[in-house]
């Protein structure tokens, strides 16, 4: 049987620490303190949306939108706020959209029978179609961070947010809801055979409306962090965090099958992509190499993730 332990050895945690050893090797500022910070400031960025992603995929499903949903809470958030209304209802009305966006992308998969992926994908064409509609192309901006702001995405030292912080709080909260509860187990076995659990008296139906909702509020949590650190945020904000989300999942061990995941491995594969990212521009490398980079990691990762599968079987 398949072992995500031992993925996370030899898949994350071997690749990681070599790359680290390596661009340490070329560049002497790379094991900084500044340079950590930035790294894990980088990282929180997507990495909340990425535990989304993960969460959904161990569920058996995929959501093309978070990216659309990311820029469009965030949008909301902000046009909510240059109003006068109350940052913290505008943070829960946001949240409220990111919900919905999921409940609407659970009953078009559920009760229609349409394939997440193609739900997504045009849930994502939607609603960026909206955004453009909406901004006309222009970004959304605030002058100065507000309180709640300040707590969503605020600076706790030189170049480290807050947002560090909300990314690390969801991602224990899910490693504690999928290994030590009820629901966890029903996550888990909907994703690996949704009949076989639905037989076994788990209501798979329930269990996928609170993945795809989930998702969809982290999304939009993830938006709204976004623009508290930056107090502004484009129409264009998002684009392909959709594919990077999911590489990043498939780097961390998640079967695209559903049914098997870490939420463990989903934090230091993000944090290897980050590393990637900082560490290229540091030893002189061309950013533009990122995506392959990026490509040869994810190509490496499922190759591991195949042999241990045949080893284990």
Known sequence: ???????????????????????????????????????????????????????????????????????????????????????????????????????????????????????????????????????????????????????????LSQNLLSSFIWWFAIGFYLIYLLNWTKLGNHIIATGNNCDSAYLSGINTIRVKFFCFVCCGIIAAFSGVTQFSHLNSISPIAGEQYELYAIAATVIGGTSLKGGQGSIISTLLATLLLSTVDTGIVQIGVSTYWYRSFIGLILIFAMTINVYLRKSDS
């Not at 303190?33 to 499903?61: F, K």
């Open 1 to 155: 049987m398949y072992k995500i332990h031992h993925y996370f050895l030899f898949g994350v945690l071997v690749p990681f620490i070599s790359l680290v050893s390596l661009f340490a090797i070329f560049s002497s500022d790379f094991l900084t303190l500044t340079t950590w910070a930035s790294i894990l400031a980088s990282a929180s960025d997507i990495g909340i949306i990425v535990l989304g992603v993960t969460l959904l995929l161990i569920g058996g499903e995929f959501d093309l939108s978070v990216g659309a949903n990311f820029a469009l809470s965030g949008l909301l958030f902000g046009s909510l706020t240059l109003l006068g209304i109350n940052s913290f209802l505008a943070l829960i009305i946001a949240l409220a959209i990111g919900a919905c966006i999921g409940l609407i992308n659970a009953a078009c998969t559920v009760f229609f029978k349409i394939p997440s992926f193609i739900v997504t994908l045009g849930s994502m064409l939607i609603l960026r179609s909206l955004i453009l509609l909406y901004t006309q192309g222009l970004p959304v901006s605030v002058e100065d961070a507000n309180g709640v702001m300040q707590v969503l995405a605020g600076e």
